[in-house]
């Protein structure tokens, strides 16, 4: 058992004054601690401590990064809800709204049950990510919440020690680095390796003490010197040592070094006055001892995007050993270690750069919240967050100098619709470092891109859609061709229903009626005449359908058709593959237009000595046969495979027949015929193949349009 440090009201009123000085917070805060108390009070956690020791220290934690006092009350009040029975509207009426609604926000974040191997575990990623975009506070509170609960993990059994690890590396601490709150994550870290590798933590442990004395006395040193030449210089300065992570230790192991291989176990922390006394200083130090080649980073220049700032370098110190140097100003430091939680430091007074740096940097969020905005599924959102957020990044610059942060692999398309959506679907090239560069380019840190548009484009190309590495450039282009084809659905089905009224001699009046048009709609399942139009032109109700004319008189053979129609009297016939209602021995025939495949709906055309020809319902062939139409279906019964004819078009044929092909095996898809057609501005392939059902023949669509340089595929429809 590890003893904990019984932590007072007192202690948290001492941290919280040395930054806050208003007494009405100080005393909002002191009843926020009473409201807790009270509510939880005779309760004791696992390790025999009193419960309100939890939210003390979840506190005692938020003050190390200056947090607010709703923040800390929060804090104080986060378990109230869940453990005590206690509801939004008391907290409301005891406190006020914002209080409520983090405690509100750490509740629903607390009440979810992460099993990272469950099914479940996606929507939970969503909800807890959305929460980010919302109020960042939420979040900020649940990492301290997750870095007292790990202090105190040693209560656990070993599976739920390295359950609760496995969810704060994978989910948690790429939060805290994003959020640029370097005190968390770091110490997150390393507890995180205690209890997922307790043997590869303590290994480390035992060799840095094999050495500590040893390096405590060369760092002493270097401490001293390296202040002292500053100071001589007349630099003001402050200088401490910095011990590397355990964590930090282990990824450079994990990573195939040995333990005397890691030279930068020795680090320094330099604090100067102002941006210019950096360089200065960095300048100095390196007349004095010799940089190791490489090793210098300049993020005073080129801030992360979590607003981190400092200057790196590596140099040949004190009896030849390396040692790693951040070169910074307290500001500088301030934001490196609380992150975004920096900015309640400069609320007051007028200092409000930082905060507005934070909008401008801190893409983090927007990328979370343009991905919430898109219409996708909760698997589909967590996969995009994994890929294009919780990833490795580049920083690219605009023109200007700002900072874009984007995956590893973006494009210029992905950069162009990060900017605006506007500049993606008029884009028409991009430069890259003054050199005109193609749109699959792969873009590189510090790349400097401008992305030349023209007002007059027709938009982005299909292809760009598997060319771009984001979820949100992809979804932006298909949306824009959904808008296209929308319209162009739109205009072609009032061609369609305007050219069958004419046929059939049936006023617009007649037909647009309200009671005619009502009927329609609600046969259909529509809301409007605009939806009845795109669902026409589409093809997804033949015309023939809508528009129903009435005859003068019927023949004999359409008195006996509408008799099969009606299959009166008459059992249903099965011919192989398909039933037809009402009908004796008739041949029936797969029409070679349209090939439907089981799973299509389907309609029976009866023909002139040659039985019943069955097409797909919203073949073209058979819109205006509606007189010669009989109901027919398929006997799912009967397993066999269909003919699918599909055009594909893309913009290389490099090994396109293989890369299809190797597509078949996993959707039980055989090809049977592979034709190249001649076409000006693509290659163009019609493929024959052998499948089960329309279900299967998707499939294999979608994965065959995620080959590399296709941009569309297609059925045919003669």
Known sequence: MEKQDIITFEKLREKVIEYIEDEKKIELISKAYLFAFEKHFGVKRLTGEDYIQHPLNVAIILTTINADAETICAALLHDVMEDCNTTEAEIKEKFDDEIASLVVGVTKINRLNFNLDSEASTANHRKIIVGLSQDVRVIII????????????????????????KETLDILIPIAHRLGINQIKAELEDLSLRYSKPDVYFSIVENLNKTRKERDRIVEEMVRQVSKILSDHGIENKVKGRAKSIFGIYKKLDDGKKFKEIYDLMALRVFVDSESDCYQALGILHAKYKPVPKRFKDYVAMPKTNMYQSLHTTVFGLESNIFEIQIRTPEMDEIAE??????????????????TTMEQKLQFFRSIIELKDE?????????????DVFKDTIYVFTPKGDVVELPYGSTPIDFAYKVHSQVGDKMVSAIINDSIVTLDYKLQNQDIIKIKTNPNSSGPSREWIGIAKTTQAKNKIKSFFAKVDKERDFEKGEELIAKELRTHKIPNSEFFANEN?????????????????????????????????????????ELILKKAQSGVGIKSVSKNDIIVRGMGDLKVNIASCCLPVLGDEIVGYITKGQGINIHRI???NVKDLEERLIDVEWNKQDNQKYVSTLIVHASENHNLLLDIISKTSHFNISVKNFNEMA????????????VEDTSNLEKFMDSVNTIKNISRVERLMR
């Not at 076409?679 to 052998?690: M, T």
């Open 142 to 165: 649940k990492l301290a919440d997750r870095l007292h609960n790990m202090r105190t993990l040693w209560i656990k059994s070993k599976e739920q020690q390295k359950e609760t690890a």
């Open 338 to 355: 609380k992150g975004i939680a920096s900015h309640w430091s400069y609320k007051e007074g007028g200092k409000g750069r930082l905060q």
């Open 375 to 387: 219409e996708t599924g909760d698997e589909e959102f967590v996969n995009s967050v994994k890929k």
């Open 618 to 620: 919203t073949c073209p």
């Open 517 to 557: 048009i009502e009927k329609i709609l609600k046969h259909y399942k529509l809301t409007n005449v605009e939806e009845l139009n795109i669902a026409v032109g589409s093809g997804r109700i033949p015309v023939s359908q809508v528009v129903k004319p009435e005859f003068d008189s019927e023949t004999k053979e």
């Open 679 to 690: 076409k000006k501005d693509d290659y163009v392939f019609e493929i024959s193949v052998l």
